[in-house]
């Protein structure tokens, strides 16, 4: 159909949330490496228009508040003409990967965003 498919819009969030953490100083490796992991518990696409084939798209992710047990991003995602394609939301919560239980939002976290 000369669209991306609707399911590949989940990993330019994905990458959204990564470039996020990366500006922040960590990693999503590294946040791992120190037992915190980051199931998706939701996640809302509306989609505006159809991203094309050889389109160059941007991500622009913005955290919707301070984390406590979850994080919550919203996002938008344009074409190179400046098009809105995308606004999507995701929540995520802190999982303490040796224990597999919910856990707050590391401290190193909140002391960078504070």
């Known amino acids: 159909m000369g669209v991306v498919y609707y399911g590949n819009y989940a990993q ?8 996020w ?3 922040l100083g960590f990693s999503y490796k590294w946040m791992e ?9 939701n ?3 509306d989609f505006k228009l159809p991203a094309r084939y050889d389109d160059i ?5 913005t955290l919707k508040n301070l984390p406590t047990f ?6 938008q995602i344009h074409n ?14 802190f999982i303490d990967a040796t224990t597999n239980k919910l856990s707050r939002a590391p401290d190193y976290l909140l002391k960078k965003l504070s």
């Open 33 to 41: 490496e120190n037992n915190i992991v980051l199931p998706v518990t």
């Open 21 to 23: 953490l990366r500006e």
């Open 43 to 45: 996640l809302n696409i």
């Open 57 to 61: 798209i941007s991500v622009t992710t």
């Open 70 to 75: 979850k994080i919550e991003f919203d996002y």
């Open 80 to 93: 190179e003409k400046d098009d809105l394609l995308v606004t999507a939301s995701t929540t995520l919560v």
């Open 12 to 19: 330019y969030l994905e990458q959204g949330r990564t470039e």
